[in-house]
């Protein structure tokens, strides 16, 4: 009966000891659990508090260049209020100056405006005195257009020829042309052209010379112009012919 009471016992102590060790065994896996799950939550504060500083540091380095880009505005503002203010000093300081230069513009402007009224009255005087000269201008050629045209008034003579030696200076082209006009009436320099034989341009100042030296009188009503002897130059050839034959 003792060793039956011993047996028993034993027995509930190895139960005992399963379960303590059973027990155990649970807990420790139940720890180890926890650990692995504190681990992993670690883990994921760890990486949320990496994160956030990042950020945080990525924020401040956001906010940290803005603080920069304020401050350099700050400069240039302060720099240019410092330019504003010297500016502003100068124009104080110039402010007499461009009172008197306003004051004298004023001055010359109620001189310009006086000049002015007087440039007026004068144009406006001018104005009819042109029109009083227009008026005495329509009445003259009134009195022009009664008057009978003379057909002479229109030959243009230049200079009266001398009587001695007046042929002269002349050329045997020269006399030729006179002879010809005297013979056959006035003609045109691309008529007398035709019959010396000679270029445009040196009948054209042969004519000129003639007619500059005297010898010849131009009718300008046409164009081209008409040349004719001069009548003392006419009579002056007369003599000539009647003195050769």
């Given amino acids: ?73 700050l ?16 124009t104080q300081k110039a402010m007499p100056s461009m009172e008197t230069a306003i004051a004298s513009v004023s001055e010359d402007r109620d001189k310009i405006s006086t000049r002015i009224d007087e440039l007026t009255k004068q144009i406006s005087d001018v104005i009819k005195s042109q029109v009083t000269l227009t008026t005495k201008m329509a009445n003259v050629e009134e009195h022009a257009q009664q008057i009978p045209d003379s057909p002479e008034a229109n030959i243009d003579a230049v200079i009266p020829i ?55 009188e131009r009718d300008m009503l046409k164009i081209p112009f008409k040349y004719s002897v001069k009548k003392e130059m006419e009579k002056l050839l007369k003599k000539s012919e009647g003195g050769a034959t």
Avoid: W
Wanted: include cysteine.
């Fill in 162 to 216: 001398k009587r001695d030696r007046a042929l002269a200076p002349l050329t045997e082209t020269e006399l030729a042309v006179l002879e010809m006009l005297a013979t056959e009436g006035s003609k045109t320099a691309p008529e007398i052209k035709d019959r010396v034989k000679l270029s445009r341009e040196h009948t054209a100042r042969l004519m000129k010379k003639l007619y500059e030296s005297g010898y010849l």
């Fill in 1 to 73: 009966m003792y060793v039956t009471g011993r047996i028993g016992r034993t027995e509930v102590a190895t139960g005992l000891s399963v379960i303590l060790l059973a027990t155990a065994g649970i807990m420790a896996v139940g720890c180890y659990v926890m650990l692995q799950r504190a681990r992993k939550e670690y883990k994921q504060a760890r990486a949320s508090v990496e994160d956030i500083v990042l950020s945080f540091n990525r924020q401040l380095g956001i906010e940290s260049e803005k603080l920069e880009h304020v401050a350099f505005k």
């Fill in 75 to 90: 400069e240039a503002l302060s720099a240019k209020s410092e330019v504003a203010i010297r500016k502003s000093d100068e």
